[in-house]
């Protein structure tokens, strides 16, 4: 048997481990302008509480109603302007599946939210070397004017 102070050493040990990279992953995601005020605005939507914590993450951002930010998370999963009936009305488990692979699902989604961007607008200002977290700061900037 292994002696109980080596587990707790070991379990400090690997939880220090943790911390380390949970920094240094913190640090690259701001540095990359991934991170608008205290949230993650470049995560994956990969299941039911991250794509309704991205929609409150788009409508905190924009100002924007959480109804409006969905819908704004469907056209961006969708790639269209306009959030159907038909749209809401699929499974949100089938959305999701749709959303994982696709990159930039909520900074298209908070563009959109802001009323200065079309799906084509958005997509295309994200493809340029530009910070996401400027994008949004200047969409959301001309939001409050």
Do not use: W
Request: aromatic share 4%; with cysteine; hydrophobic share 45%.
């Amino acid at each position: 048997a292994v002696p109980r102070n080596l587990l707790v050493a070991q379990m400090l040990s690997d939880f220090a481990l943790k911390l380390v990279l949970n920094v240094i992953t913190t640090g690259a995601n701001v540095i990359k302008g991934s991170v608008f005020g205290n949230s993650m605005i470049n995560l994956t939507v990969s299941n039911n509480k991250l794509f309704h914590r991205s929609a409150e993450i788009v409508a905190e951002i924009t100002g924007a109603s959480t109804e409006h930010a969905r819908d704004c998370l469907l056209c961006a999963t969708y790639a269209c302007d306009c959030a159907t009936a038909d749209m809401r009305a699929i499974a949100l488990s089938e959305t999701i599946k749709l959303s994982t692979p696709q990159p930039n699902i909520v900074p298209i989604a908070t563009l959109l939210a802001t009323g200065q961007h079309t799906y084509a607008s958005a997509k295309e200002v994200l493809a340029q070397s530009i910070p996401l977290r400027t994008l949004v700061q200047n969409a959301v900037a001309q939001t409050d004017k």
